[in-house]
């Protein structure tokens, strides 16, 4: 199931550092009441199995996972 090489973590970790702001494109969490597509947060880091741990602005703390999920990394005015 975490079947990610070491390269590809890298490089998730290259394109969305701690501090980068994204925005939610899909998430596939049953449990998940908080977020919509769109929905915005800080990325906190990125861990050994590839997810985007993320605080988003509406409190949540749900992170990306990598292969289920999708946010892009976004510039805010």
Same mark, same amino acid.
Do not use: Q
């Given at each position: ?17 701690? *501090? #980068? %702001? ?5 998430? @596939? /969490? ?7 597509? *769109? #929905? %915005? ?5 990125? @861990? /050994? ?29």
């Amino acid at each position: 199931m975490f079947n990610i090489s070491e390269k590809t973590v890298e490089r998730l970790r290259k394109e969305y550092p701690t *501090g #980068a %702001r994204v925005e939610l494109i899909h998430m @596939d /969490d049953p449990y998940n009441t908080k977020l919509f597509p *769109g #929905a %915005r947060g800080t990325v906190k880091y990125v @861990d /050994d199995i590839g997810t985007i741990h993320v605080r988003w602005d509406c409190g949540s703390s749900l992170g990306v996972v990598y292969g289920e999920d999708a946010c892009r990394k976004i510039k805010e005015d």
